[in-house]
């Protein structure tokens, strides 16, 4: 492990001055020369197998008394980005009107894990390509601009099927974030201009042509929160993955559904396991829209969802089990009992 300098933020505006220190010019370009530490579950791994080479860390979890808070209001929710995975998952409020909140995050990592990971960097883990994670392998784009992929001809069984490029085909490993993305949450940055809110939706970014930029956040900010609006009891995130115990998704689904009289009013759709980034299914949704939901429409949007997909040679697997996710969770969800 690279020697680096470790600071504890004093407070918000302290942590952003020196997170928004320029990058030295032999700093990869994924890493800033500051780097945030929260729960340290990634980012820590990730330095020692030196894929992350920040020169500083600084440690934000002096801001937990601001930024931790689980809010539950008749009108919505706010959840602190410092906020642990285990307190949110726990929270009976949550449990009760945002289960799939709930489920995604119970159904992340493991028991010690969550008791340590943390809202904002459950959300900014970075892959788990095992070529992105062992340096070993000159081709990464995404590790190093330029190099090539070494998955796109490698063993690819757990890379993406939807939203990949010629450039990256790694797949977005969080759970949490497809419950984000389905409930149309908010997120809530913090830059030494202040605060601003963008959509989730708009946090994180396709590969294209340049896979190593993960996000729109400027270099610097800080996720401080995450709100969303209204009350979601019908909801539900099933994973599917290689065993039961902790492990990432090989197929994932965050449904969200509003029916009266046994039509469906709105429909949220979010798959995770399978695409490069958190993947809101809205053309599958839109078939819901005034339906009532039976076998033969739980099919139709599966296929809708998994449309488009792309395999490579060894994760063909996932378009059918994507599918059978979806059918299995839309089922589950309209026979929860609210
Ligand atoms: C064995 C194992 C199994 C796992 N399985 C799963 C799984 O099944 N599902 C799943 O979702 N996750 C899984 N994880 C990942 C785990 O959930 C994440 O490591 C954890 O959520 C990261 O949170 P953290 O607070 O520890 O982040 P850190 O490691 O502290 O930070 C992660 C990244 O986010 C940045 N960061 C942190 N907080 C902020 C902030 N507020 N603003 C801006 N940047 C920030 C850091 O600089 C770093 O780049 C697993 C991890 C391990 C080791
Ligand atoms: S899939 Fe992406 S992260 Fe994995 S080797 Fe290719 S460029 Fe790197």
Redesign the pocket.
Known sequence: MRPFAYQKAADVSAALQTLAAPAAADTSPTDAAA????????????MKLDV?R?RM?VD?NPLASA?SAVDVRSDGLRLG??AR?SDVAANPEIEKNYPVIAD??K????PQ??N???????????TRCSYFRDIGYDACNKRRPGSGCAAMEGFNRNHAVLGASDQCIATY?????QALIALDATVEIAGRAGTRRLPFAQLHRPPGSTPHIETT?APG????GFAIAGRWPRSLYL?A?DRQS????LASAAIALDIVDGTVRDARLALGGLATLPWRARAAEALLQGQKLDDALARRVADAALSGAVARQHNGFKIALGKRVVTRALHQAATLEI
């Open positions: 780097q945030p530490l929260a729960g340290g579950t990634t980012l820590i791994d990730l992350m920040p860390i934000i930024w980005a410092l995975m995604s995050l159904l992340a990592a493991s894990l969550r340590m990971a943390t809202l904002g960097g459950n959300v900014l883990q970075r490993p969080g759970d949490f974030a956040l900010e800080l996720i401080s994973k993955r902790y492990e990432f998704a």
